[in-house]
């Protein structure tokens, strides 16, 4: 019934900037934490950023001061500004929502199926 889509990966050079976007659709009931992960081939998928409904954010150390994580409550979407992007952020980035269903109490996990993000050097 749920579903995160994300949009705008693709490849660019380092020292570029690039935004991701993904909105949350379906019967969902609210949403709380939102985020991105991302995993390199062979690797482990790991944590970007994350950011609370109320505007709270966390992020990785390899993209402080690097990447931007924002979010609009009112279109169920989360946005990765990436700016001075270097190859090694090259990856497929994941977007997660924390959210229940419409009339579920239960609050759980979504994924989305993922954008690919090249970094060329």
């Known amino acids: 019934q749920v579903q995160l889509v994300e949009s705008g990966g693709g490849l660019v050079q380092a020292g570029k900037s690039l935004r991701l976007s993904c909105t949350a659709s379906g019967s969902i009931g609210g949403i709380s934490g939102m985020g991105w992960y991302r995993q390199a081939p062979g690797k482990q998928r790991d944590l970007v950023a994350t950011?609370?409904?109320?505007?709270?954010?966390n992020y990785a150390n390899s993209v402080k001061g690097r990447f931007t994580i924002s979010r609009d409550n009112a279109k169920n979407t989360v946005n990765l500004q990436m700016n001075s992007l270097e190859p090694e952020d090259t990856a497929v980035y994941y977007c997660?929502?924390?959210?229940?269903?419409?009339?579920?109490?239960?609050?759980?996990?979504?994924w989305g199926q993922g954008t690919q993000v090249t970094v060329s050097s």
């Open positions: 997660n929502a924390m959210l229940r269903l419409s009339g579920d109490l239960r609050w759980s996990s979504y």
């Open positions: 950011i609370t409904r109320g505007g709270d954010t």
